[in-house]
């Protein structure tokens, strides 16, 4: 949790110091002229509330902004006019929009100001604040984003931290009051997801800053109510992206300090927020990196003090120990792994994920039955992750069922709003298991269960699917980058750098093709930070009837030479037999619905 500090005594403080700072320097938001002051006395200056402070290279942030040089969201550095007319739009990108209109990088010159003394910062942060209040009327906005749910949410927060550190004015009180009005109005607040939460944050800070006690009111009673429908009581957000969960962890934290710095009671459903950690650590790969399920880019997991989520985002230099290889989580989850560090390189260990539960929702994809797998250092078969928030025909692909490691059904249109059943779910000794029922296919009974060998590392994947009349069932297996792979019988190996992966099919034998790239109609790409995608190849298996099965052995390997065979292969209505060798380690495994067998022979 961040440190709180006393509200009312901390903001009195604040402001009564930033009366002498302001006047010092000159900081009124009159129009921009340019820099003009030198750095002062950093002795007195305001510290900044946690949720008003920002992170990074903050001096060389905000003298970017002093020369009219932004860098917003995730797309490349851009010179605006000094004085906008908040109609830019320069990448033609509604998430730059969005967070242009937000005006968080205010917060950068205030923390710059904060740290320096210097009042060019704080001049300029100012300006911008009042200029865009000026330029942007409710009834008569310079865009489409000026009044943006979200942005507006955000852009009371920078207000209400602005009114914490330099004297009220008439345009300030003007623009609080304003914001507090638009995030009160029931038909303005969207009720659900993280906007939402963000919209009652405002409120509350406006309300208390303020001193509107039915502001406070709504707010925390909208807060109340969102922690309790967004975050399950395995502390799993409902927003279905690993990227969410994170940022949904954060944003419930800020709540809770600032319904307690308001002076409100904070319920006991909040200790839903302390489990999240969890579900994040379970999320994290080997490699240390966030699993793409969902909205999410591939970056370097949070190290949350004192929970699974530190012990594996460092690697297990810290944190506490897991004594579980796998786990469920009923909001649609399983997570598994060979170990945590024991035997082997802890970036080394192989882990594989599936999806399940409810449809595609928020920032969710259309990814029940969706299998993701990673081992010895690199991502095998990858996740879908965020490409952008704009429509677009890479938005519906990454967002579409073509582009997750599943079974598609040509001619019938997938529901993405259908739940896909666990059916069940075994851990032995020796396996890792779980069946799930994916109904997205009106017409279609389609069955998957995963294997997961504890000694061998391998997975067994049985796809049983049926139709009503002939379909063309595509079993898709999305590579890596640069993972080079090769086509020999039912053999699907790759040579690239790092971990490779074995893909054996063993009932009977589905056409195997490889697609890289394709533009029409999109396939065999796969994006790992906003708005940039990777040609990669995604291997194609298909069948053509009323039947089809697909009994798929993914071996994750070290190396291209690591000898892999799978042979003795029996197959029922229900289950099957096969022995499969991976390396040096020789095993039968015998599945039968839901009980299974593994017996080492080596």
């Given at each position: 949790?961040?440190?709180?500090?006393?509200?009312?005594?901390?903001?009195?403080?604040?402001?009564?110091?930033?009366?002498?700072?302001?006047?010092?320097?000159?900081?009124?938001?009159?129009?921009?002229?340019?820099?003009?002051?030198?750095?002062?006395?950093?002795?007195?200056?305001?510290?900044?509330?946690?949720?008003?402070?920002?992170?990074g290279?903050?001096?060389?942030?905000?003298?970017?902004?002093?020369?009219?040089?932004?860098?917003?969201?995730?797309?490349?550095?851009?010179?605006?006019?000094?004085?906008?007319?908040?109609?830019?739009?320069?990448?033609h990108?509604?998430?730059?929009l969005?967070?242009?209109?937000?005006?968080?990088?205010?917060?950068?010159?205030?923390?710059?100001?904060?740290?320096?003394?210097?009042?060019?910062?704080?001049?300029?942060?100012?300006?911008?604040?009042?200029?865009?209040?000026?330029?942007?009327?409710?009834?008569?906005?310079?865009?489409?984003?000026?009044?943006?749910?979200?942005?507006?949410?955000?852009?009371?927060m920078?207000?209400?931290?602005t009114?914490?550190?330099?004297?009220?004015?008439?345009?300030?009180?003007?623009?609080?009051?304003?914001?507090?009005?638009?995030?009160?109005?029931?038909?303005?607040?969207v009720?659900?997801?993280?906007?939402?939460?963000?919209?009652?944050?405002?409120?509350?800070?406006?309300?208390?800053?303020?001193?509107?006690?039915?502001?406070?009111?709504?707010?925390s009673?909208?807060?109340?109510?969102?922690?309790?429908?967004?975050?399950?009581?395995?502390?799993?957000?409902n927003?279905?992206?690993?990227?969410?969960?994170l940022?949904?962890?954060?944003?419930?934290?800020?709540?809770?300090?600032?319904?307690?710095?308001?002076?409100?009671?904070?319920?006991?459903?909040?200790?839903?927020?302390?489990?999240?950690?969890?579900?994040?650590?379970?999320?994290?790969?080997?490699?240390?990196e966030?699993?793409?399920?969902?909205?999410?880019?591939?970056?370097?997991?949070?190290?949350?003090?004192?929970?699974?989520?530190?012990?594996?985002?460092?690697?297990?230099?810290?944190?506490?120990?897991?004594?579980?290889?796998?786990?469920?989580?009923a909001?649609?989850?399983?997570?598994?792994?060979?170990?945590?560090?024991?035997?082997?390189?802890?970036?080394?260990?192989?882990?594989?994920?599936?999806?399940?539960?409810?449809?595609?929702?928020?920032?969710?994809?259309?990814?029940?039955?969706?299998?993701?797998?990673?081992?010895?250092?690199?991502?095998?078969?990858?996740?879908?992750?965020?490409?952008?928030?704009?429509?677009?025909?890479?938005?519906?692909?990454?967002?579409?069922?073509?582009?997750?490691?599943?079974?598609?059904?040509?001619?019938?249109?997938?529901?993405?709003?259908?739940?896909?059943?666990?059916?069940?779910?075994?851990?032995?000794?020796?396996?890792?298991?779980?069946?799930?029922?994916?109904?997205?296919?009106?017409?279609?009974?389609?069955?998957?269960?995963?294997?997961?060998?504890?000694?061998?590392?391998?997975?067994?994947?049985?796809?049983?699917?049926?139709?009503?009349?002939?379909?063309?069932?595509?079993?898709?297996?999305?590579?890596?980058?640069?993972?080079?792979?090769?086509?020999?019988?039912?053999?699907?190996?790759?040579?690239?750098?790092?971990?490779?992966?074995?893909?054996?099919?063993?009932?009977?034998?589905?056409?195997i093709?490889?697609?890289?790239?394709?533009?029409?109609?999109?396939?065999?790409?796969?994006?790992?930070?906003?708005?940039?995608?990777?040609?990669s190849?995604?291997?194609?298996?298909?069948?053509?009837?009323?039947v089809?099965?697909?009994?798929?052995?993914i071996?994750?390997?070290?190396?291209?030479?690591?000898?892999?065979?799978?042979?003795?292969?029996?197959?029922?209505?229900?289950?099957?037999?096969?022995?499969?060798?991976?390396?040096?380690?020789?095993?039968r495994?015998?599945?039968?619905?839901?009980?299974?067998?593994?017996?080492?022979?080596?």
């Open positions: 949790m961040a440190v709180r500090l006393g509200g009312s005594l901390a903001r009195a403080t604040a402001v009564a110091i930033a009366w002498l700072l302001v006047a010092a320097v000159g900081s009124s938001g009159a129009a921009w002229t340019g820099p003009t002051d030198s750095p002062r006395s950093t002795a007195w200056l305001p510290v900044l509330r946690p949720d008003c402070d920002v992170s290279n903050v001096i060389a942030t905000a003298d970017q902004l002093l020369n009219n040089r932004y860098t917003i969201g995730q797309q490349r550095t851009v010179r605006l006019p000094a004085d906008p007319t908040w109609r830019e739009d320069p990448f990108d509604d998430n730059w969005f967070n242009y209109h937000s005006l968080r990088f205010v917060l950068t010159l205030e923390a710059a100001w904060a740290r320096t003394g210097d009042g060019r910062y704080l001049d300029r942060g100012l300006f911008l604040l009042r200029d865009w209040l000026h330029d942007n009327p409710r009834r008569a906005p310079r865009s489409p984003f000026s009044w943006n749910d979200h942005a507006t949410a955000l852009r009371a920078v207000l209400a931290c009114a914490e550190i330099v004297p009220m004015s008439t345009w300030l009180h003007s623009g609080l009051l304003l914001h507090g009005w638009v995030l009160a109005d029931p038909h303005f607040y009720w659900h997801g993280n906007h939402a939460l963000n919209q009652a944050i405002a409120l509350l800070d406006i309300g208390c800053f303020l001193g509107r006690p039915g502001w406070t009111a709504l707010a009673a909208r807060i109340e109510t969102l922690v309790t429908e967004s975050i399950d009581s395995q502390g799993v957000s927003e279905q992206a690993i990227s969410y969960d940022y949904d962890y954060e944003r419930f934290q800020i709540a809770e300090d600032r319904l307690l710095d308001c002076g409100r009671r904070v319920s006991a459903e909040f200790a839903r927020v302390d489990r999240m950690p969890d579900f994040l650590g379970w999320a994290t790969l080997p490699n240390g966030y699993e793409l399920i969902g909205d999410t880019r591939a970056v370097h997991a949070a190290d949350i003090p004192g929970t699974l989520a530190e012990y594996a985002a460092t690697g297990g230099s810290s944190g506490p120990k897991p004594t579980r290889m796998f786990a469920t989580f909001a649609g989850y399983a997570f598994g792994r060979s170990g945590w560090g024991e035997t082997r390189p802890f970036a080394d260990e192989t882990a594989f994920t599936v999806r399940y539960g409810r449809g595609r929702a928020y920032h969710g994809h259309p990814d029940g039955g969706s299998l993701t797998v990673y081992g010895y250092g690199s991502r095998l078969i990858v996740g879908t992750g965020t490409y952008s928030y704009n429509p677009g025909p890479y938005r519906a692909y990454f967002i579409g069922r073509s582009a997750q490691n599943v079974v598609t059904v040509g001619g019938v249109p997938y529901r993405a709003s259908v739940t896909t059943r666990l059916l069940f779910r075994r851990e032995t000794l020796d396996a890792l298991g779980l069946g799930v029922q994916v109904r997205g296919y009106p017409g279609v009974r389609d069955i998957r269960s995963v294997v997961f060998s504890r000694r061998g590392g391998y997975l067994l994947v049985d796809d049983r699917l049926s139709a009503a009349g002939s379909r063309t069932f595509s079993q898709l297996w999305h590579l890596g980058p640069g993972s080079r792979p090769t086509v020999v019988a039912r053999t699907v190996r790759t040579h690239g750098p790092g971990g490779e992966v074995a893909i054996i099919q063993l009932a009977d034998r589905p056409s093709s490889i697609v890289t790239g394709r533009t029409h109609p999109i396939q065999g790409w796969r994006t790992f930070q906003y708005n940039q995608r990777v040609a190849p995604t291997v194609v298996s298909r069948r053509t009837g009323r089809a099965r697909f009994l798929t052995l071996v994750p390997v070290p190396d291209a030479t690591t000898p892999v065979h799978a042979g003795s292969v029996r197959r029922w209505a229900n289950g099957y037999s096969v022995v499969v060798t991976a390396g040096t380690v020789t095993e495994v015998v599945v039968d619905g839901s009980s299974i067998t593994i017996t080492p022979l080596t």
